[in-house]
């Protein structure tokens, strides 16, 4: 949908219906909630969240559903509780016709921000 990458999360939401719109923000929103301290940039041309310079979340909206990527070990770390959703080693695909699972993005944010926090576990990805 987009013509050129965004530079934030506006110029990401430019180009999607409202309906879209109402649901990156409710994901943007919850993620920042749940970990104040997590800084929002746009990475791979998609919003994401860092903490600690380290990858916490990214998410994006495509046709059919909001791709939502906690990296793999945030994937593993909830894996018995994905079967509601198609998802891979590093993605999960929320439907775009359905509610975002609050529950599961707050669980799933505290998990990373744990794993951040936690030196021993090792880190992918590499946020701009």
Request: net charge positive.
């Amino acid at each position: 949908m987009l013509n050129k990458k965004p530079v934030n999360f506006e110029e990401y939401l430019a180009d999607y219906p409202a309906t879209v719109i109402q649901q990156l923000t409710e994901l943007r929103q919850l993620i920042q909630l749940t970990n104040s301290k997590a800084e929002e940039c746009i990475s791979y041309g998609m919003p994401a969240f860092k903490y600690k310079g380290k990858p916490l979340v990214y998410f994006a909206a495509f046709k059919n559903h909001i791709g939502f990527y906690p990296t793999a070990a945030g994937i593993k770390a909830v894996e018995t509780e994905l079967s509601k959703f198609k998802y891979s080693k590093g993605a999960i695909q929320f439907p775009i016709d359905k509610k975002i699972p609050v529950t599961l993005i707050k669980k799933i944010v505290k998990i990373r921000t744990a794993q951040i926090e936690a030196p021993s576990i090792p880190q992918r990805g590499k946020l701009n």
